[in-house]
């Protein structure tokens, strides 16, 4: 993918006219839709060659997801902000659906002209599902000729091509690329399957904006996984497969329990980043098996699913809803000693009883969970593979085809979805004194983990507190953060050494005080004498209040400790400073704010 290829070549292309300026927020992918309109981070760096006077300026245009050309032309730039200390920007857009393109500029005002260069990125606001159950969703085989469905799409249907199945670990850092054939669903999908014909029907249906809808897939579905896999993983329980013994032991995985792990990490790491509408699920071949003599009874298949559903709204934080699909058909029961039905009605009535009316026998309400998924004990032999008597095969009678329209059915109904917002990514700010240099997360997190975006690895991270210092040359680095309820995000990149990242300071245009509830101002202005510098903070915070000099040297530090909610007044004697301008920091939870000082003899 164009955008795909940009990116990496932003990390590794230091030298080149490409890296003089980088996006690296919204990360190219598709953020579930929260309703008319979707809130999104724009955020970057300028890193080329110092300048006076200049300003970063953006272009948003809207493509058409079925072949990426421009659906609503826009030529004119819009300025994000003037100036800006080390280059960074940031904008928060509020977007409806569609597949933009978002260019991004250096405007010299000195010169009256653009830079030469101009970084493009695109992303996508639509609908994000995530898939979980066994190898009918997982897809099978991994590799190989197995029948799949053709496609005809632009980059509309994404995924992670990442194979991080049994996994004690975060996936790598997220590179979503179009879905088709053998291209892989993270963290365990074997291959696009149906999903991916599915999401060509999802993108251009009826009552979709003008330019269509994109779709983003993530796959957590475990082969010949039955429920109780799924419930006693859940619970926290080592598990045994039907045909592997302990739940992933293959390979030597010793981490935490499988398949649910898995599904968990996926929610508080891809849902968290990208957001989520539902749970797709499909599962129940595997609890009607004559070969292991496994039969689940009713009662039990009911109480694992209504276990596991309610485990993910609470590891995941939200109101988290699931489609739960109806399947037994196991063809291979024929073949059995002793021949067994190759559907399993237990299994299908147990399925329905999670779902609306539930177990309270409400309706349609926000605390409603589970919803009727597809039906599929009616593709029958003919639509599976003619050895195993289980797997759908495209060419036995279109089976994918088949069971993508079955799900598009229950998809396109209204009032079902969850919608569940993407997290907001964290703000980080730098300081410099020379060539050291501080980066620091505002906010409180209960997790941090530092990437080095040369190398982005979530599982070896180069910090773990809520700052990050050093003198490295070319340093790019973001911040994954973990909130409370246990979901993370990544903050943008920033580069560490440049020519844009001067060392001088100037009042602070990215953010202004009003928008975190912090009030700070210095009175008399200018000021001869003493000078007061007074600010209020909205509840508990650790402060840091510095003075600062017109090369970003720290003059003195007025205070740093925690300060309860409230407003505090610090007087500073005049003699402290020089004449001129100078300038104080407030810093609270992380996050600078810096205002001009001058003072007149």
Not at 150 to 169: E, K, M, P, Q
Not at 246 to 271: E, H, M, R
Not at 376 to 404: E, L
Not at 410 to 437: E, Q
Request: charged letters at 15%.
């Amino acid at each position: 993918m164009k955008y795909l290829i940009l990116f990496v070549c932003l990390i590794l292309c230091q030298s080149t006219s490409l890296a003089q300026l980088s996006v690296s927020l919204p990360i190219p992918g598709v953020y579930q839709t929260t309703g008319t309109y979707t809130p999104i981070v724009l955020a970057g760096q300028y890193i080329g060659p110092s300048l006076a006077n200049y300003r970063i300026e953006y272009k948003l245009q809207r493509l058409n997801v079925s072949n990426g050309t421009i659906h609503t032309p826009v030529t004119t730039y819009s300025s994000i902000v003037t100036n800006p200390q080390y280059g960074l920007y940031r904008l928060s857009m509020s977007l409806q659906v569609g597949w933009y393109q978002v260019d991004v500029r250096v405007f010299n005002i000195t010169t009256g002209t653009p830079l030469s260069y101009t970084y493009t990125t695109k992303f996508g606001i639509g609908d994000v599902y995530v898939i979980a159950g066994q190898s009918n969703a997982q897809g099978y085989p991994a590799s190989g000729t197995w029948s799949l469905p053709s496609i005809s799409t632009y980059d509309g249907i994404l995924s992670h091509n990442y194979n991080g199945s049994c996994n004690a670990n975060f996936p790598p850092f997220p590179s979503m690329s179009a879905l088709n054939g053998y291209n892989r669903i993270a963290p365990s999908g074997n291959n696009s399957w149906y999903w991916a014909k599915l999401g060509q029907k999802l993108q251009m249906q009826s009552g979709t904006p003008a330019g269509g809808k994109p779709i983003a897939f993530f796959n957590a579905a475990a082969g010949g996984s039955s429920i109780v896999n799924w419930s006693q993983s859940a619970a926290g329980y080592n598990t045994y497969h039907d045909y592997s013994g302990l739940f992933c032991a293959i390979g030597g995985y010793s981490g935490p329990p499988q398949p649910y792990f898995d599904f968990k990490t996926t929610l508080n790491y891809y849902g968290s980043i990208f957001g989520v509408k539902a749970v797709l699920w499909h599962q129940g071949e595997a609890d009607n098996n004559a070969e292991k003599g496994r039969f689940t009874s009713r009662v039990t298949y009911r109480d694992s699913l209504d276990f596991v559903i309610d485990k993910s709204r609470t590891d995941f934080a939200s109101k988290l809803r699931w489609l739960v699909s109806e399947a037994s058909f196991n063809g291979k029961n024929d073949d059995a000693s002793t021949p067994k039905p190759v559907t399993r009605t237990d299994i299908t009535l147990a399925q329905n009883d999670v779902i609306i009316p539930n177990f309270d026998g409400t309706t349609s309400t926000i605390d409603d969970k589970s919803f009727k998924g597809v039906t599929v004990d009616n593709a029958g032999i003919g639509y599976r593979d003619v050895t195993d008597k289980v797997h759908f095969r495209q060419d036995r009678s279109n089976a994918m085809t088949y069971v993508s329209d079955r799900w598009y059915e229950k998809l396109t109904a209204s009032n079902w979805y969850s919608n569940i917002g993407a997290a907001t990514p964290p703000v980080v700010t730098m300081s410099k004194s020379g060539s050291n240099w501080t980066l620091t997360v505002a906010g409180s997190y209960s997790e941090y983990r530092w990437l080095n975006m040369w190398s982005p690895d979530p599982n070896t991270p180069v910090g773990t507190g809520f700052s990050l210092s050093g003198s490295s040359s070319f340093g790019a680095y973001a911040c994954m953060v973990k909130n409370a309820a246990g979901n993370w995000t990544i903050s943008q990149t920033i580069y560490t050494s440049c020519g844009s990242c001067r060392t001088d300071i100037s009042e602070t245009t990215e953010w202004v005080e009003q928008e975190l509830g912090i009030e700070v101002k210095a009175y008399p202005l200018p000021f001869d004498k003493d000078v007061t510098i007074e600010f209020t903070i909205p509840n508990e915070s650790m402060v840091k209040l510095d003075l600062v000099g017109p090369n970003g040297e720290v003059i003195t530090k007025l205070s740093e400790n925690t300060h309860a909610k409230g407003t505090y007044k610090y007087p500073v004697n005049n003699q402290i400073l020089n004449s001129g301008i100078s300038f104080y920091r407030l810093t609270v939870n992380g996050l600078a704010i810096t205002k001009k000082l001058l003072k007149s003899n």
